[in-house]
């Protein structure tokens, strides 16, 4: 069965960074991009980028652009998403996503089950 | 950045009934849009991608349609499982991938 597991819940501080971790299974992690998205509490979605798990380019929404870091582990299928110099309304929700890929890129076939993010003082 | 809207924001049907959920999109998005389910806890689940197009295991009653910039999501017989809320995304101009901000279908 193909699977994307995601690190724990995390407690940040304002100004901390946090790291999200997301380990693939049942499939070839090379082949596939994978996407991160967050929803904060009671809200929709919203991507923040991916990553290339072959070569490790990435792709940020501008508005994490100078704040995000998607990096990826092959050894160990593991993508990785780190966001810095938190703030409030980062607390929400972070998924992990694997994209179809061709010719539907952009569509989100595997979802993890979720890293909640709490940011408070 | 592509605008998706989504219509109405709640939707109130009874089991059985035919329940029908819009998106638009502020430009044209071509058949590059998908819908997702959401349960309350669970990460969302694809449904429908390319515009008309069911996701593996998806239930025949799910269908979508349209292109361009105006999008249906239809569910012919709403079953207890099916209360959920659903999004729609566009995947033609990115950065970013933009998603609507939901639609919940909830029981009459």
């Known amino acids: 069965q193909v699977h994307l597991v995601q690190s724990g819940a995390e407690v940040k501080k304002p100004g901390a960074s946090v790291k999200v971790s997301c380990k693939a299974s049942g499939y070839t992690f090379t082949v596939y991009f994978i996407h991160w998205v967050r929803q904060a509490p009671g809200q929709g979605l919203e991507w923040m980028g991916r990553?290339?798990?072959?070569?490790?380019?990435?792709n940020y929404a501008e508005k994490f652009q100078g704040r995000v870091t998607m990096t990826r582990d092959p050894s160990i299928s593991t993508a990785y998403m780190e966001l810095s110099r938190l703030g409030s309304d980062d607390t929400a929700v972070y998924y992990c996503?694997?994209?179809?890929?061709?010719?539907?890129?952009?569509?989100?076939?595997?979802w993890g089950r979720g890293t909640p993010v709490t940011v408070s003082s | 950045e592509i605008v998706m809207t989504q219509s109405p924001a709640t939707l109130s049907v009874s089991p059985g009934e035919r329940a029908t959920l819009s998106c638009r999109a502020s430009q044209s998005v071509y058949s590059n849009l998908a819908w997702y389910q959401q349960k309350p806890g669970q990460a969302p689940r694809l449904l429908i991608y390319?515009?008309?197009t069911r996701a593996t295991g998806i239930p025949a009653r799910f269908s979508g349609s349209g292109s361009g910039t105006e999008f249906t999501l239809t569910i012919s017989s709403l079953q207890s499982e099916d209360f959920a809320v659903y999004y729609c995304q566009q995947s033609n101009n990115w950065p970013p991938y933009t998603f609507g901000q939901g639609t919940k279908l909830e029981i009459k």
């Open positions: 996503a694997r994209d179809y890929g061709y010719p539907h890129l952009g569509d989100f076939d595997l």
């Open positions: 390319g515009a008309s």
């Open positions: 990553i290339n798990p072959n070569g490790g380019g990435t």
